[in-house]
């Protein structure tokens, strides 16, 4: 990959696909990362129906479920070879990207929730395959916990405790995240910038640009 060159990052889309195609730069992305949340508590039919509006615009798609979706909807993204949950991916040389979707348990009983101990094997196993990457992004759909990035309206913490422990121990150099919609911004968990881009609705994406010395996430809205 060239210097210069940059993925786009969003989730939590839930349905709503109608900003897409307002994404500044989305056609000459060299690809687009989807963190979770695709549907409302939708199936194959509904996920569909999102991945084929990114498409249009930029079909190198890196996606992942987010407790919202139905599990099966991981086959789907597995057999156009869109998934990266619980995945390492190659993006360039010597840059990868690694997936867990899910989330931990929320009082909504959603779709796709699990244990934050399931959540820790998860990325054990896709750490496995992608420890030769020098360069890594970790897209996990719920954010570590005790961050800017995971604060309910409360302000209560309620991120992944797995996330942040698998963050402070290999530092990838990104973590794009969502899950918490009230809850987009960035922070910093030792050397790893943190970047939860909230609900797609309200215009929240991240631009993740190879700067030639490093990966690098801004924050933007539309």
């Known amino acids: 990959m060239q210097s210069g060159e940059y993925w786009i990052g969003l989730g939590d889309i839930h349905d709503d696909t109608a900003r897409i195609k307002h994404i500044p730069g989305l056609r000459e992305a ?5 963190s979770g949340d695709l549907t409302v508590g939708g199936s194959v039919k509904q996920a569909e129906r999102v991945l084929h509006a990114v498409e249009q615009y930029n079909p190198n798609i890196f996606a992942q479920i987010g407790n919202m979706d ?21 993006l360039a040389p010597g840059i990868g990207i690694m997936g867990v979707g899910t989330s931990t348990f929320t009082p909504f009983g959603t779709p796709s929730e699990f ?32 961050t800017d990035c995971d604060r309910i309206s409360s302000g209560t913490h309620v991120g992944s405790r797995a996330v942040r422990e ?12 969502g899950h918490i ?4 911004n960035t922070d910093m968990v030792g050397r790893t910038a943190v970047i939860n881009t909230g609900a797609f609705s309200n215009g929240g994406y991240a631009i993740i640009r190879n700067s030639g010395r490093g990966l690098r996430a801004e924050l933007q809205v539309l």
Not at 30 to 34: D, Q, R, T
Not at 166 to 177: A, M, T, V
């Open 70 to 90: 139905r599990m099966d909807v991981t086959d789907y993204l597995e057999s156009n070879g869109w998934n990266i949950h619980v995945k390492a991916r190659e």
């Open 30 to 34: 060299a690809g687009v990362i989807l």
């Open 181 to 184: 919609h009230e809850s987009r």
């Open 115 to 146: 244990p934050d101990s399931r959540i820790a094997e998860w990325l054990d196993e896709a750490y496995r395959a992608a420890r030769p990457f020098r360069r890594l992004i970790l897209v996990s759909h719920t954010p570590p916990f005790n």
């Open 166 to 177: 698998f963050i402070e121990e290999y530092q990838p150099d990104i973590c794009l995240c």
